[in-house]
């Protein structure tokens, strides 16, 4: 037996997600956004600002509303046409949190219990965290397959989330065979979405300590580089990056056990389309201060002009949400229809 017959049938479709919780940052930017961009010139794409997914710790209201301007910004700031593909804001389309509903009935506790970002983000108050939290992979769940998309660039934090999206998929295919051979899908309606995580940076670590990965949360601001940081504070926090006495290798094994060096050498490699070793054959046996000289450069030429444009773009509210208000128009249209042949699949009574 084939392992997926179905998977061939679906049509290519780009779907990814960004909280609106403050300080995009370059993992963001890195991991993501960055791969959003390439995607858009080979695929259809849909990008989401996920604005469920950031109450489900707390926010202010107007902080909220903030941040989700502040992150259509950047994805324009960065080059997403917003005419080709769709951006919108999740809490526009109502069916996200409607097949979200349906697979906390598909999902299995014990599957959500085993998800590391929730044992990290809960930590020792696991009785005091909201119950969203909880769920929190089932909306992501919901969030891809809502569009029945085949892609999802990530960072590699979200690979197990990835992971569990495929296991409803593919249980929702399995309970309901029957209903959805019926109804002419073959053996699935829903596809195995695949995690697009590639790139020397697809774990941008802090600059302050290379074992803890970069975060919007992290108290110390220079632990990261934020998508609007002005080029002194770029150069500064690079200055202040922590590294280790030695000189850089000339080869990539010999970053083994520099998380430091690691990471600063994937940042440049990252932002200027190389990989590391080409990076280490131009810079290996040198000082780190040349090397973050350089990377200071490099990262302030790329950066500057994206957190230029954004703040010019969050300046225009109107304009903003108006690219919201007709995104989600546009992804409601393809949701509804998903939600339609769900509810059928299921056995919902609709008008
Ligand atoms: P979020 O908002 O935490 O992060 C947005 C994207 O940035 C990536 N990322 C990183 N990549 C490399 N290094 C880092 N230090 C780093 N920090 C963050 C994340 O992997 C992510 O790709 N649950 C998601 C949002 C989401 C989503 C979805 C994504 C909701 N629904 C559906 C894909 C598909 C999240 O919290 O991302």
Not at 161 to 182: G, T, V, Y
Not at 246 to 265: H, M, Q, W
């Amino acid at each position: 037996m084939a392992t997926n017959p179905a998977q061939p049938t679906f049509k290519p479709l780009v779907f990814s997600g960004v909280q609106p919780t403050g300080n995009l940052h370059l993992g963001n930017y890195l991991g993501a956004i960055v791969k959003f961009v390439e995607l858009q010139k080979s695929h259809e794409c849909i990008y989401c600002v996920v604005d469920l997914h950031a109450i489900t710790v707390w926010q202010d209201p107007a902080e909220l509303t903030r941040n989700t301007r502040e992150v259509t910004a950047a994805f324009l700031a960065c080059g997403i046409d917003p005419k080709k593909h769709i951006i919108f804001n999740q809490s526009q389309v109502h069916e996200h949190a409607e097949l979200a509903w349906v697979f906390n009935c598909v999902a299995r506790m014990g599957w959500l219990n085993r998800m590391t970002q929730f044992k990290e983000k809960a930590g020792k108050d696991r009785e005091n965290v909201s119950v969203g939290l909880f769920v929190y992979p089932n909306l992501m769940a919901a969030d891809i397959l809502v569009y029945r998309a085949t892609h999802v660039p990530v960072g590699e934090d979200q690979k197990q989330h990835l992971e569990l999206s495929r296991d409803i998929a593919q249980k929702f295919n399995n309970d309901f065979s029957s209903s959805i051979a019926a109804r002419g899908f073959g053996e699935a309606f829903f596809p195995q979405p695949e995690p697009l995580i590639q790139g020397p940076a697809t774990r941008v670590m802090s600059l302050r300590d290379g074992s803890k990965k970069m975060s919007k949360s992290d108290a110390s601001d220079y632990s990261r580089i934020n998508l609007t940081d002005d080029a002194d504070a770029i150069a500064q926090k690079v200055r202040k990056a922590k590294t280790d006495p030695d000189a850089l290798p000339s080869e990539e094994k010999g970053l083994t056990g520099r998380p430091e060096a690691e990471n600063l050498v994937g940042i440049y490699a990252a932002l200027d389309n190389k990989t590391k070793a080409d990076v280490l054959r131009q810079f290996g046996g040198g000082q780190f201060s040349t090397f973050k000289n350089a990377l200071s450069d490099l990262a302030v030429a790329k950066l500057g002009p994206i957190g230029g444009e954004m703040k010019k773009l969050v300046a225009d509210t109107a304009h903003i949400d108006s690219i919201l208000a007709e995104g989600s128009d546009r992804a409601r249209a393809i949701a509804g229809e998903t939600m339609k042949t769900v509810k059928d699949i299921v056995g919902f009574i609709r008008a």
